[in-house]
C-alpha cells in the first residue's frame, strides 16, 4: 500500500468554481504536508505547505490537514483556467526518508 | 537564476542502448534526486544522493545508476535501455536532506521513449 493515495481524476470545472482536491496518507508521524503545481510539460513547483492539523491560507488558496482522518485537503477559490494543471500532494516520508508524491490529480478549468 | 538543468529535453533510444541524462544545478544544494514520472503512478524516485560522493537506492532503481562526483552535478545512466524505461524523467535539488517544510527545486524535465 502506497503511503498516500490521490484521487488522479481528470477534473473539470468552469471558471469561478471552488475546487477540492484530496489525498489520504496512512503514516500518523507525517506532520508537514505540501502542495507542488505542475504544469503541461514542465517540472513541479512547490505551491504551499502546512504543518499538522488545521488550515493554511494564501490568496485563493487554502491548504486543510485533518490528522484525525488522515485527509489533507486543498481549495481553490474563484478557479482560473491559469490553475489548469496536475497537482500534487508531497511529504518527506518514511521511505526512503525522500520527498514523496501522491499520483497527482490532473485539474482543467474552462472558461 | 537558472536552477536545475537538465539535458537532453527529449529523446528517443534504441532498446539495449545506453544514455546518460545530464543534471546540473547552480544553487549549491546537497541533495539531489532523479525521479520518473508515468500516468496514473505519479512521481517515483529512482535514486537520491545526500551530498556530494554519497548516494543511495529510492523506490525504482533497477535499471539506473548514478554519481555525484562534485555537488553540482547529478547524472543519471541506463546501462540498457527497455521499453519499460520510457517515461519523463526529473531531477530536483534540495538545500540540504529533506524534512519537514523542506522545498524541493525540479527541472523541466527529460522526455525518453525506448523504441
Known amino acids: 500500500q502506497k503511503e498516500v493515495e490521490q484521487d488522479p481524476g481528470p477534473l473539470s470545472v468552469p471558471e469561478g468554481a471552488i475546487v477540492s482536491l484530496n489525498c489520504t496518507y496512512s503514516n500518523s508521524a507525517f506532520q508537514y504536508f505540501m502542495w507542488y503545481r505542475q504544469y503541461s510539460r514542465k517540472g513541479p513547483e512547490l505551491l504551499m505547505y502546512t504543518y499538522s492539523s488545521g488550515n493554511k491560507e494564501d490568496g485563493r488558496f487554502t491548504a486543510q490537514v485533518d490528522k484525525s482522518s488522515k485527509y489533507i485537503s486543498l481549495f481553490i477559490r474563484d478557479s482560473q483556467p491559469s490553475d489548469s494543471a496536475t497537482y500534487l500532494c508531497a511529504w518527506w516520508g518514511t521511505s526512503y526518508g525522500k520527498l514523496t508524491f501522491g499520483q497527482g490529480t490532473i485539474l482543467t478549468v474552462h472558461p | 537564476t537558472a536552477g536545475i538543468t537538465q539535458a537532453p529535453t527529449s529523446q528517443i533510444l534504441a532498446a539495449g542502448r545506453s544514455m546518460t541524462l545530464r543534471c546540473t544545478q547552480d544553487?549549491?544544494?546537497?541533495?539531489m534526486y532523479w525521479y520518473r514520472q508515468d500516468l496514473g503512478l505519479g512521481l517515483r524516485l529512482i535514486h537520491y544522493s545526500n551530498t556530494a560522493g554519497t548516494t543511495g537506492k529510492g523506490e525504482v532503481p533497477d535499471g539506473y545508476s548514478v554519481s555525484r562526483a562534485n555537488t553540482d552535478d547529478f547524472p543519471l545512466t541506463l546501462a540498457s535501455a527497455v521499453p519499460s524505461q520510457t517515461s519523463v524523467y526529473f531531477c530536483a535539488s534540495s538545500e540540504s536532506e529533506g524534512q519537514g517544510d523542506t522545498e524541493a527545486f525540479f527541472g523541466q524535465g527529460t522526455r525518453l521513449t525506448v523504441v
Open positions: 544553487m549549491r544544494h546537497n541533495a
